[in-house]
């Protein structure tokens, strides 16, 4: 490795050895650099990597809610706002028990690569809590974001950082979040959120963006190859926001997904999650007490792998669709000793390292996370956009600039992976391209 690569790397693990999974995030992007930094020395001189790698500011605070039985919570908030060299910080919020600095470092580094590969002016960040909304009330979910959205409003704005829901904010929560900002605020600024209901600026086409781009990333990638979709079987992982957006689309565009997971095992379906009463279904599940796939099996007629996972399945694309590191080493070995030839990552970072290795080892062709999965926050900036202007626009117009992002991203991770003769490389022509842009800025910014 580039010596200077080397050296910040190092520095990066001495300075934040318990945080696992933001060290793979470093170290899955400076992977991909030694030839860029070869190319400029200059960075060196400008700490570049020390600064990228170094969020500008990481917000940690205490939220203080009560719940129905009028009984008080602790939990803990966070919002990681990791770099704006081309625009304002841009990011979810994810509430889960499992939330911790480690991972939205992690999530908000890889949202400064994911938000320069769309072209948008939106910079990278990353918050959330420990909080877990799932098994509580409505009003005790409303609390708690208004107690969080109490801390975290004076922190973002239209023009500094806008959050986005992630795991375990969905509209509802955005809904809570924006009435507790628009009232301490005082004013009507609803471009400080996105993800928002369409009766108060949020966008059409807004809960699908993430899957539906998953999809037209995909396809542009067979078209390079003389393929399409049509015909494919496709394993998902996951059953929420992603999965079912990537499942509708796909199925639109004559693919078969087979495959559903969640934590109680996996869902085979020889049919086709493929009607709209069962794409339908994956919202229904998500609103339910249980928690689960078995019940998709239960109410069509599938097979129930319990505390498996989905790889298992023979398939010609696989999505993992869940969360971070959820496909392993041996995952990783089914997917190739199946015969599968693309693996595109929908959900943040979906690959252990040495999974990651392995397939690529076998020649898969790989659509890396920041990648794949930029769909959601690209039509988050596009509704940025319509907010400022003030208007909203149709179906068909967001759907017709997702498709072009997507588009270019694949073609600018194409053309920087050549730029530097790593032929048709997608990893790391997209963490190329998404470095160029974000270091440039930072450049042309001087020692900010």
């Given amino acids: 490795m580039n010596a200077y690569l080397d050296r910040v790397l190092r520095e990066v693990h001495e300075q934040n050895p318990a945080e696992p999974e933001f060290l793979q995030a470093v170290e899955e992007v400076f992977a991909s650099l030694e030839p860029v930094i070869n190319k400029h020395p200059e960075y060196e001189s400008l700490a570049l990597l020390e600064r990228i790698t170094e969020p500008e500011r990481t917000i940690i605070f205490r939220i203080v809610w009560e719940d129905d039985k009028g009984i008080t919570h602790v939990n803990r908030g966070y919002r990681i706002q990791f770099n704006s060299a081309i625009g304002p910080y841009k990011g979810g919020l994810r509430f889960d028990?499992?939330?911790?600095?480690?991972?939205?470092?992690?999530?908000?580094?890889?949202?400064?690569?994911?938000?320069?590969?769309t072209s948008l002016p939106i910079g990278g960040a990353k918050g959330g809590s420990d909080f877990d909304p799932h098994g509580k009330s409505d009003h005790e979910i409303m609390r708690f974001c208004q107690a969080y959205m109490t801390e975290l409003c004076r922190h973002i704005g239209p023009d500094t950082d806008v959050p986005a829901g992630d795991i375990g904010v969905g509209s509802?929560?955005?809904?809570?979040l924006y009435g507790q900002y628009k009232r301490i605020t005082g004013g009507f600024r609803n471009g400080a959120l996105t993800g928002k209901g369409i009766a108060y600026g949020g966008s059409l086409l807004r809960p699908e963006a993430s899957g539906y781009g998953a999809a037209y990333y995909i396809r542009e990638v067979l078209k390079?190859?003389?393929e399409s979709i049509r015909g494919k079987t496709v394993a998902l992982s996951g059953y929420g926001n992603v999965t079912w957006g990537t499942a509708r689309k796909i199925t639109d565009l004559g693919g078969k997904v087979v495959t559903i997971s969640g934590r109680d095992g996996y869902v085979y379906d020889p049919e086709g999650i493929s009607t709209p009463e069962k794409i339908a279904y994956l919202l229904e599940m998500r609103a339910m007490p249980v928690r689960g796939v078995k019940l998709y099996a239960d109410r069509f007629g599938a097979e129930f792998h319990p505390e498996e996972r989905p790889w298992q399945v023979k398939a010609d694309i696989c999505i993992p669709c869940a969360v971070q590191?959820?496909?392993?080493?041996?995952?990783?070995?089914n997917i190739v000793n199946n015969g599968t030839k693309y693996y595109f990552e929908a959900s943040n970072m979906s690959t252990e390292p040495d999974a990651m290795t392995y397939l690529r080892e076998h020649g898969l062709i790989i659509g890396p996370a920041k990648a794949v999965n930029a769909g959601g926050v690209a039509v988050s900036a596009l509704e940025m956009a319509q907010n400022s202007q003030r208007l909203s626009w149709t179906a068909d117009e967001v759907d017709d600039k997702l498709k072009h992002i997507m588009s270019s991203?694949?073609?600018?991770?194409?053309?920087?992976?050549?730029k530097y003769g790593l032929g048709y490389n997608l990893i790391d022509g997209a963490n190329i391209a998404a470095f160029e842009k974000v270091a440039e800025a930072m450049r042309a910014q001087g020692l900010v």
């Fill in 97 to 117: 028990p499992a939330v911790d600095l480690s991972i939205l470092k992690c999530l908000g580094f890889e949202q400064t690569f994911k938000n320069s590969l």
């Fill in 172 to 176: 509802r929560e955005i809904g809570y």
């Fill in 224 to 226: 390079h190859f003389g």
């Fill in 325 to 333: 590191n959820e496909v392993s080493l041996a995952d990783a070995m």
């Fill in 409 to 418: 991203i694949v073609e600018n991770s194409v053309q920087a992976a050549q």
